[in-house]
């Protein structure tokens, strides 16, 4: 049996400080074991990440989160080793994006959308999210996600390329883990090396110094 590393988002997988210090802690904790051959990321209930903890947002006016949010992102993109996301319901905004930074995702058939919001709160994505979301999704993806803050099913995100794989809730792991399995075992070193070459770009402006506000909107006046 591979050596698994596991990551719980719990509740409804909303990202403050506390909750992303534990993701990034549980990163750091796979890539520190030599063993382990894969990252399984997974919610709870109803939910897989409903993204940012918009109460923790509004009350700290904290400016800086989203970007060291789509740091600890930037991690998967040139891990050791497969990160799988098991969608095992909602995947919302950073949840979303959460799905897009891994190389594997499988979904749940019965229960969850992919939803990239923005639109429809009256929001563009920040720099580094921008660029981590119009990398990893192909134009008509995007049309269907971004353009139109569609609430993606399972079936319509695999019909989009979005995700590798539908399961019941039941044979998801299993799934994830046969879907995965081409890249385990693999030398670490050379695998982090590869995936970094082909993420450079989002990884360089992601770990760059560049301002991370909001793209804005042309001026139309």
Do not use: W
Request: one cysteine or more.
């Amino acid at each position: 049996m591979p050596t698994i590393h596991r990551h719980v988002f719990a509740g409804e997988g909303r990202f403050n400080p506390e909750t992303l210090g534990q993701f990034d802690d549980a990163i750091t904790a796979a890539i520190a074991d030599d063993d382990c051959q894969i990252l399984l990321l997974l919610g709870e209930g109803k939910n897989f990440s409903q993204g940012l903890d918009l109460d923790y947002l509004m009350a700290s006016g904290d400016k800086q989160f989203t970007e060291l949010c789509m740091r600890v992102l930037a991690r998967l993109l040139d891990a050791p080793f497969p990160v799988v996301s098991l969608v095992t319901g909602h995947a919302f905004g950073l949840g979303a994006m959460i799905v897009l930074a891994s190389d594997y995702s499988v979904m749940r058939s019965d229960r969850g959308f992919f939803c990239l919001p923005e639109v429809d709160l009256n929001m563009t994505l920040t720099v580094r999210m921008n660029e981590l979301v119009c990398s990893k999704l192909s134009p008509k993806a995007i049309r269907a996600c971004l353009f139109t803050g569609e609430r993606v099913t399972a079936d319509r995100a695999l019909e989009l390329d979005i995700i590798d794989g539908v399961a019941t809730l039941e044979d998801l792991e299993a799934l994830g883990l046969a879907t995965a399995a081409p890249m385990m075992e693999k030398n670490r070193g050379s695998l982090a090396g590869l995936k970094r070459g082909f993420n450079q770009p989002i990884i360089e402006l992601i770990e760059s110094d560049e301002n991370d506000g909001p793209i804005a909107a042309p001026d139309f006046s």
